[in-house]
T-cell receptor, first 113, second 115 residues
Framework: AQSVTQPDIHITVSEGASLELRCNYSYGATPYLFWYVQSPGQGLQLLLKYFSGDTLVQGIKGFEAEFKRSQSSFNLRKPSVHWSDAAEYFCAVGGSNDYKLSFGAGTTVTVRA | NAGVTQTPKFQVLKTGQSMTLQCAQDMNHNSMYWYRQDPGMGLRLIYYSASEGTTDKGEVPNGYNVSRLNKREFSLRLESAAPSQTSVYFC??????????????FGPGTRLTVL
């Protein structure tokens, strides 16, 4: 069965500092990996996705993620955080033989001035 | 191009009442999904429809029914609402092919409270 673990429930970071959100997945075949962001009271917006190829993926809003098959990880990073990055972030996994995505429980990011 | 739309945005029900949540997409996607979001639990799949005319159970289907009315519309029905169904409900859609699923696009959500 597929699953996603986001070990950090809540992260607080200073504006301008770097951010890294962890994601570990379990999937029996080639994984398709996604990061979504949810602002308060809003739906989910795709930040980036990985299907194949280059393991370092660039997304919107200056985010990037690195797929590491040996560690079953897909961590999200941003070099310099802006106050508008305060939101909840979800990692999700699906695959080449699957119509469904499994989501992690999410990581809430707070940005302090 | 409105994307994925959901109605209503907010709803309060009493225990035992029924209601239908509506979802429509205008992106010509073949697959549609219903999720519920609860604090600390992320999104959990209730039901999905891989293509028009098919529906399948997800992780938490008990207490819900769905109808894929046509390619655009996918509704979620609560026949007898319970307080445990208090949640935020999201509809999503995507294009799936024989090689798996792609990005799911989400609606704005319906916040449901059952008293």
């Amino acid at each position: 069965a597929q699953s996603v673990t986001q070990p950090d429930i809540h992260i607080t970071v200073s504006e301008g500092a770097s951010l890294e959100l962890r994601c570990n997945y379990s999937y029996g075949a080639t994984p398709y990996l996604f990061w979504y962001v949810q602002s308060p009271g809003q739906g989910l917006q795709l930040l980036l996705k990985y299907f194949s190829g280059d393991t370092l993926v660039q997304g919107i809003k200056g985010f990037e993620a690195e797929f590491k098959r040996s560690q079953s990880s897909f961590n999200l990073r941003k070099p310099s955080v802006h106050w508008s990055d305060a939101a909840e972030y979800f990692c999700a996994v699906g695959g080449s033989n699957d119509y469904k995505l499994s989501f992690g429980a999410g990581t809430t990011v707070t940005v302090r001035a | 191009n409105a994307g994925v739309t959901q109605t209503p945005k907010f709803q309060v029900l009493k225990t035992g009442q029924s209601m239908t949540l509506q979802c429509a997409q205008d992106m010509n996607h073949n697959s549609m999904y219903w999720y519920r979001q609860d604090p600390g639990m992320g999104l959990r799949l209730i039901y999905y429809s891989a293509s028009e005319g098919t529906t399948d159970k997800g992780e938490v289907p008990n207490g819900y029914n769905v109808s894929r009315l046509n390619k655009r519309e996918f509704s979620l029905r609560l026949e007898s609402a319970a307080p445990s169904q208090t949640s935020v409900y999201f509809c999503a859609s995507t294009w799936t092919s024989g090689s798996g699923t792609d990005t799911q696009y989400f609606g704005p959500g319906t916040r449901l409270t059952v008293l």
